[in-house]
């Protein structure tokens, strides 16, 4: 069965320290991997995709990797306004023309000043 | 930029009754989509339009009709409400099947209550 995990469901940073989110994911065939920030009360917001192993993609103080089993999300020296709920999404190769995309439950990023 | 607009933002029904949430874009996106969001759970795929003219059921469809009216507009009907439809609903679109502008735009979403 298809699944993508995230881990872990809730972190809580204080401003400046570094750290990674995690992304694990069990796919027959991988079309792209994506993430996406959620705002309490918003849509998700589109951040990156990353379509193979050892492809990096930054925006701002966000970094995210992918290799043939997880994607991280590195945030380096966070400031409060990166708390959001960070989201993970892996888009299959087969289920029709759109293909699969299977969501994570998320994790919800704090960052105290 | 409007992106994409959903309506209503709150709505509470009684079981048995109907609503339909609307959802525009204006982005001449082909694709549009609509989530729903609950607890402890990821997104997961109600119905999707893959074209004007086309709908195709998601992961979990039953309880729902949908309705690509034009490009622009894709509405999600629910025709005999019950409390396990009690979500955040989210209406997305994107521009799939041109290569690597597969992300979705997602408007604000609706929260729905069904007591």
């Known amino acids: 069965e298809d699944q993508v995990t995230q881990s872990p469901e809730a972190l809580r940073l204080q401003e400046g320290e570094s750290s990674s989110l995690n992304c694990s994911y069990t796919v027959s065939g991988l079309r792209g991997l994506f993430w996406y920030r959620q705002d309490p009360g918003k849509g998700p917001e589109f951040l990156f995709t990353?379509?193979?192993a050892g492809e990096e993609k930054e925006k701002e103080r966000l970094k995210a990797t992918l290799t043939k089993k997880e994607s991280f999300l590195h945030i380096t020296a966070p400031k409060p306004e990166d708390s959001a709920t960070y989201l993970c999404a892996v888009r299959t190769n087969y289920g029709g023309s759109q293909g699969n995309l299977i969501f994570g439950k998320g994790t919800k990023l704090s960052v105290k000043p | 930029n409007a992106g994409v607009t959903q309506t209503p933002k709150f709505q509470v029904l009684k079981t048995g009754q109907s609503m339909t949430l609307q959802c525009a874009q204006d982005?001449?996106?082909?694709?549009m989509y609509w989530y729903r969001q609950d607890p402890g759970m990821g997104l997961r795929l109600i119905y999707y339009s893959a074209s004007e003219g086309t709908t195709d059921k998601g992961e979990v469809p039953n309880g729902y009709n949908v309705s690509r009216l034009n490009k622009r507009e894709f509405s999600l009907r629910l025709e005999s409400a019950a409390p396990s439809q009690t979500s955040v609903y989210f209406c997305a679109s994107s521009d799939a099947g041109t290569g690597s502008n597969e992300k979705l735009f997602f408007g604000s979403g609706t929260q729905l209550s069904v007591l």
């Open positions: 982005m001449n996106h082909n694709s």
């Open positions: 990353l379509y193979s």
